[in-house]
């Protein structure tokens, strides 16, 4: 929430989307996140994080850096 500057999530999350995350930012608050994340790898924590940034109604843009 503090990489786009929202105050909270969206009510309706498949519906109304409230801001926009790139891939990079995903990155760097994986890296942050790694020791509280159940992962091993910086691409399984960053699944996880665009997981959660998409269910709070965020959309995630670009393409995954491990889809080629």
Known sequence: ??????QKGSKEP???KVGSITWDQIKKIAELKMP???A???ESAMKMVAGTARSMGVSVSGNAPWDK
């Open 14 to 16: 498949n519906r109304a």
């Open 40 to 42: 091993f790898k910086v």
């Open 1 to 6: 929430m503090e990489a786009i500057k929202i």
């Open 36 to 38: 509280d994340l159940n």
